[in-house]
Nanobody, 115 residues
């Protein structure tokens, strides 16, 4: 069984930065894509950033240039560096790791951008 745990969320002022981490533990053979999603109240969950096993990245237009996704395969960890945060970035952020057998989701971490 694989468990994903996000951390790094919190309250930050507009223009501030946060760094989210997602660590996987359990029986891990390989990890394909590592993705970050977010869901704001009343809105659908949306893909924020993704990184493939080969290091190719993709970002939502709304965060491009401000967010950076990275991965450390040795640590089974994904990161999301969030800079120049805006109130509209407020959401619960979830990591999702794609494995050969299925996808696993973290429990989510709250990010609130508020002055």
């Amino acid at each position: 069984q694989v468990r994903l745990v996000e951390s790094g969320g919190g309250l930050v002022q507009p223009g501030g930065s946060l760094r989210l981490s997602c660590v996987a533990s359990g029986s891990i053979f390989s990890i394909n894509a590592m993705d970050w999603y977010r869901q704001a109240p009343g809105k659908q969950r949306e893909l924020v950033a993704a990184i493939t096993s080969g290091g190719s990245t993709n970002y939502a237009d709304s965060v491009k240039g401000r967010f950076t996704i990275s991965r450390d395969n040795a640590k089974n960890t994904a990161y999301l560096q969030m800079n120049s945060l805006k109130p509209e970035d407020t959401a619960v952020y979830y990591c999702k790791f794609s494995f050969p057998w299925r996808d696993y989701w973290g429990q989510g971490t709250q990010v609130t951008v508020f002055s």
